[in-house]
């Protein structure tokens, strides 16, 4: 198969962490046989600086050809009071929305060797391993009207969260699809007890639901499930939920991995005609310009991203698995970066990435 794979890079870390994973790439491709033809292309603060745009028409372009897209991070602390049409994180949901992903798969897995790197009591921890499920296309970073506007003590902000059944209806579907194929449980999130869209939101869920007798499903309320996620993490399995919820939860998530760095997400919309998914995969992590050229960022949560689009824009399950297992194998070895906490030395950036490339 040839694997035709655009890499942005981004800002910060970014350049760093994809250069790894790009490298356990190019080395699954050549065990397995496979041709691998990769584009670079500009997002964030980086594509501002060389061509005033946070999402070049370029990248668009390259984008809409390629078969999935390999991101880094974006961000720079320099465009924190830029209007909103010039910041970096502009290019990252113009190039969500120009690919059409709507659901952002972020696994939480608690790996063995890294127990102690979490804050929690090792039995809360071990053993979690769940999949949260963001709705990617909707809700309050979409919704108008928004902006500011007035001035003095009138001074308004403005941010509307709406969601169509549609919307609600594809996001639970492919809830129900993945966790069909795992532990058969479902777990919806919502506010229903004060908010309008999840009042809606629980309807279609309930409705949906007995397309897939074999599921188990239950609803939370996002306040709880927060609260949950800390205190008895192991009883979720695939947890799904609206755009903002989910961006705030799947963060809390990094505290059951041990550290952010190791969170992968794979952003996938509609089936090609070939059977795969249209993807985005990137890291959870950001930017972290703080640590930016120092050879310090962990690129576990990009290397992970790798494994997601083998498998699911290139239904390459035997070759992510190799991945995971390479993952493993380092974790387990010890040589690791700086936040997960290493008994010796830290390891480089670099130096993990080449670790894991030789153990595929």
Known sequence: MQLNVLTVPG??????????AVKV???????????LKLTDALLGG???????SPFPDDTAR??????????????????????????????LLGIRKILGVYANLRPVKAWPALIESSPLKNHIVEGVDMIIVRELNGGIYYGTPRGIEGSGDTERGTNTMTYTRAEIARITRMGFHLARGRKKKLTSVDKSNVLETSQLW???VNEIAPEFPD???????VDNCAMQLILRPK??????????????????GAV?????????????????????FVGLYEPVHGSAPDIAGQNKANPLGAIGSVSAMLEYSFGLKEEAAAVNAAMEAVLNSGRVTADLKPKGTPATTSEVGDAVANAI
Request: hydrophobic residues 40%; negative net charge.
């Open 256 to 276: 059951l991995a041990g550290s952010i760095g190791m969170l992968p997400s794979a952003s996938i919309g509609e089936r090609k005609p070939n059977g795969a």
């Open 62 to 91: 390259k984008a809409l050809d390629a078969d999935a897209t390999l991101m880094g991070a974006v961000g720079l602390p320099e465009f924190d009071n830029a209007p909103p049409e010039k910041r970096p994180e502009k290019g």
């Open 11 to 20: 800002d910060g870390i970014g350049t760093e962490v994809t250069r790894e």
């Open 25 to 35: 790439l190019e080395k699954v491709v050549s065990k397995y046989g496979h041709s």
């Open 215 to 221: 599921v188990e499903l239950e609803h939370i309320l």
């Open 235 to 252: 009883q979720f399995d695939v947890v799904v939920m609206e755009n903002m919820f989910g961006d705030i939860l799947s963060d809390e």
């Open 46 to 52: 980086i594509a501002i600086h060389q061509t005033g």
């Open 202 to 204: 629980r309807r279609v």
